[in-house]
């Protein structure tokens, strides 16, 4: 029999006070790691610079050091060790992290182009990126009144102003304010110009059932029941619908799967944490992917840039320092030493989740990177998170304000990976540049169907505006 063990008060006091510190330090190492995650390089860079100027315990050894295995490197070119194949299985990606000036070949970039300033991204905000999808459809007057709506959304895609008032700023009848908000709820994000989570998620119900079946009840689960909804209330919900918990249960993960009560935010992405309304920018990618040997049969090769080369440590003329410093000064020493043991470890750990999710995210697309757009796969953010077993924040701030290079030396942002409508949008242009005459928005839904996409007709003209296609009436063939 084990010998027990019983502890005095003093002891009791002391594992609560152990206790208590290692909950602090964790947190504190999971924050600041999710910020670091969300930083593109440039900001990376930044931010390194910024420490290092403030803590006098952080230092960079000035030599080229590989940031993941610590290698010596070279004096041009990758680790030898890190960018070699860890099987000759040609599906399993290449994925390392380089310093910056091995990131950017000069063959690739010709650094007298670019200044240190960044450069303006290639991104919409909300309101542009909704009124190029439903100007076509929309009266002068209309647009001005969609313009406005727009101008008046949270960071979750809701109004934040009464449609009466609306109608008042407009002198119009308030039928005129909700027959535009109908047409902005309709565009991408869906949902998004609605009052509340409720009302997005209805009329993501309702373009939903445009293609597929949606499980009976569960329009009235959200319009009657919100409340017991959000509070998991479901046998509430069962005995007020008279059908079983587990049918209930059913439905709800169907809402889950297919819904997203904050439009906006999959706009900003992410689902739970939205970024800054203000558009991101590039400076340089962030990510580089290429074909070994530049042979698009070869494996993938996935460069992760890592902006500084040298070796980011604690100082151990620091460390030494302390043990001759007088008492009254060793504490805010080993506060500096502590921020700096924990800014290396959440770098560290910051460059390992861009790793896991590289690998992940190329394996999937990897047909769309030897192909094209057409064959990227509809993937979401919540999928990934849970194939990587993270939780979904985690890959929002990873994708965020984050850009790739891809083979074809094409630089997008690393949210097109999760872009669903990119595929259909590139499809529908191939029809409507091959159509002998005009085709209808109808004629063009059912040949997307014939090639596997079931989009409703609204969403076809929807896609036909964000490429800037006029309607049918308007085009001509040549």
Request: aromatic share 6%.
């Amino acid at each position: 029999m084990p010998e027990k063990i019983y502890l005095q008060s003093e002891d009791v006091e002391m594992l609560q006070y152990q206790y208590q510190v290692h909950k602090h330090v964790t947190t504190a190492h999971l924050a600041q790691t999710m910020t670091l995650l969300s930083l593109s390089a440039y900001e990376l860079k930044q931010e390194i610079d910024s420490e290092l100027a403030s803590n006098p315990a952080l230092e960079i050894i000035e030599e080229r050091r590989c940031p993941h295995c610590k290698r010596v490197l070279p004096e041009n070119g990758a680790c030898p060790i890190c960018s070699r194949p860890i099987d000759a299985n040609i599906d399993e990606p290449i994925v390392y992290v380089s310093p910056m000036d091995d990131f950017i070949p000069q063959s690739d970039y010709d650094d007298s182009d670019y200044s240190d300033e960044p450069m303006s991204a290639m991104t919409d905000d909300l309101t542009t990126y909704v009124i190029k999808q439903i100007a076509p459809e929309l009266s002068k007057e209309q647009q001005l009144i969609a313009v406005h709506l727009l101008a008046n959304l949270d960071d979750d895609g809701f109004l934040s102003t009464k449609l009466i008032d609306v109608a008042r700023y407009f002198h119009v009848p308030i039928s005129t304010i909700e027959e535009v908000q109908k047409i902005i709820q309709l565009a991408d994000p869906i949902g998004v110009g609605s009052l509340n989570p409720q009302q997005a998620l209805l009329v993501q119900l309702e373009v939903l059932a445009d293609t597929q079946s949606v499980p009976e009840f569960a329009v009235e689960i959200i319009r009657d029941y919100m409340d017991l909804l959000s509070k998991r209330q479901y046998s509430e919900i069962s005995k007020a619908l008279k059908i079983s918990v587990q049918r209930v249960e059913k439905i709800v993960e169907f809402i889950g799967d297919n819904l997203n009560p904050f439009p906006a935010r999959s706009h900003w992405g992410t689902v739970r944490n939205p970024s800054s309304p203000e558009t991101n920018v590039y400076h340089r990618p962030d990510v580089l992917i290429s074909f070994a040997n530049n042979d698009m049969n070869s494996q993938i090769v996935v460069e992760i840039v890592m902006p500084y080369s040298g070796t980011l440590q604690v100082s151990p003329l620091y460390k030494q320092t302390i043990k001759q410093t007088e008492a009254e000064l060793k504490d805010a020493m080993k506060g500096d030493l502590e921020r700096a043991s924990l800014f290396v470890k959440c770098l560290q750990q910051r460059n390992h989740t861009m790793q896991r999710l590289m690998l992940e995210l190329v394996k999937i697309q990897k047909t769309y990177l030897t192909k094209g757009e057409k064959f990227l796969k509809p993937i979401t953010r919540a999928s990934l998170a849970d194939e990587l077993e993270v939780h979904e924040s985690t890959i929002s701030r990873a994708v965020s304000g984050k850009s790739v290079q891809l083979p074809n030396k094409k630089i997008i942002p690393l949210a097109a990976f999760f872009d669903r409508s990119l595929s259909a949008r590139t499809i529908l242009r191939e029809i409507v540049s091959s159509e002998a005459k005009p085709l209808s928005d109808t004629e063009i839904q059912k040949k997307l169907n014939e090639r596997g996409i079931q989009v409703a007709r609204r969403t076809v003209a929807k896609y036909r505006a964000m490429e800037g296609i006029l309607p049918a009436h308007l085009r001509q063939v040549t």
